[in-house]
């Protein structure tokens, strides 16, 4: 499930060439395909945000959750080992659950660690009744890295939300001409019906950078078009 990025390229280049304002070269594309990819990804946590709050339980509304849900579920990782790298050098967006596997009585058992700020931990070390244990461990997170108390580093895992990866029109120069290159390219790894979004926020981008705010309205009659033929 991806949105390939050459279907993407050719329909920015297209839109751009269309109305003469200038050629997007493959370097810019990349920086703000990416950048693209990440404003929407994004926002699919703020637009989550919204619709949980919206009182009732109305079908469009719900539909709604259901279908960023399925577009955030495309990142959603579980059960991954945390080694000793950063968060951010794991490509963590959003951390979920932590676990401690223990072997209790000859079967391998999950424990969930609870979440603590770190000015928190000395109080919960210090007291008897919330003392972490192998059965009741405690993580923080600081210095964008994880530490699970009182188990060692063995035997963890969690569950994340992780980051789209950095995609990349590949190219092959053949006579001063930039080829397309599929074994060199990354697609975006949004959902299927990101794809007119896509080319939308990249023209939208293209037009800052090449200061030519007309892109956005071409960019927005573009995809009223699409939306329109689709309804049909």
């Given at each position: 499930?991806?949105?390939?990025?050459?279907?993407?390229?050719?329909?920015?280049?297209?839109?751009?060439?269309?109305?003469?304002?200038?050629?997007?070269?493959?370097q810019?594309?990349n920086?703000?395909?990416?950048?693209?990819?990440?404003?929407?990804?994004?926002?699919?946590?703020?637009d989550?945000?919204?619709?949980?709050?919206?009182?009732?339980?109305?079908?469009?509304?719900?539909?709604?959750?259901?279908?960023?849900?399925?577009?955030?579920?495309?990142?959603?990782?579980?059960?991954?080992?945390?080694?000793?790298?950063?968060?951010?050098?794991l490509?963590?967006?959003?951390?979920?659950?932590?676990?401690?596997?223990?072997?209790?009585?000859g079967?391998?058992?999950?424990?969930?660690?609870?979440?603590?700020?770190?000015?928190?931990?000395?109080?919960?070390?210090?007291?008897?009744?919330?003392?972490?244990?192998?059965?009741r461990?405690?993580?923080?997170?600081?210095?964008?890295?994880?530490?699970?108390?009182?188990?060692?580093?063995?035997?963890?895992?969690?569950n994340?939300?992780?980051k789209?990866?950095?995609?990349?029109w590949?190219?092959?120069?053949?006579?001063n001409?930039?080829?397309?290159?599929?074994?060199?390219?990354?697609?975006?790894?949004?959902?299927?019906?990101?794809?007119?979004?896509?080319?939308?926020?990249?023209?939208?981008?293209?037009?800052?950078v090449?200061?030519?705010?007309?892109?956005?309205?071409?960019?927005?009659?573009?995809?009223?078009?699409?939306i329109?033929?689709?309804?049909?």
């Open positions: 499930m991806a949105v390939n990025i050459n279907t993407v390229y050719l329909r920015v280049l297209a839109i751009a060439n269309k109305e003469q304002r200038g050629y997007i070269t493959p810019e594309f920086t703000l395909a990416n950048q693209a990819q990440l404003d929407i990804f994004e926002q699919y946590f703020y989550l945000n919204q619709f949980l709050r919206l009182p009732g339980n109305d079908t469009i509304h719900s539909d709604a959750v259901d279908m960023l849900e399925e577009k955030i579920g495309i990142f959603e990782v579980y059960n991954s080992p945390i080694g000793a790298g950063t968060l951010s050098d490509g963590v967006h959003k951390l979920g659950a932590v676990y401690h596997q223990e072997t209790v009585n079967v391998q058992t999950k424990f969930e660690a609870e979440k603590l700020n770190p000015n928190e931990l000395r109080y919960y070390i210090n007291s008897p009744l919330t003392a972490p244990t192998v059965k461990p405690v993580f923080i997170v600081h210095q964008d890295q994880i530490t699970v108390l009182p188990v060692e580093a063995d035997n963890l895992s969690m994340y939300i992780a789209p990866l950095d995609v990349y590949g190219y092959t120069m053949i006579n001409e930039a080829l397309y290159n599929p074994a060199a390219s990354i697609n975006f790894q949004l959902h299927p019906s990101e794809e007119t979004e896509l080319v939308l926020k990249i023209l939208t981008l293209a037009g800052i090449m200061k030519e705010p007309q892109l956005y309205q071409i960019a927005a009659a573009e995809d009223a078009k699409n329109q033929q689709e309804k049909q």
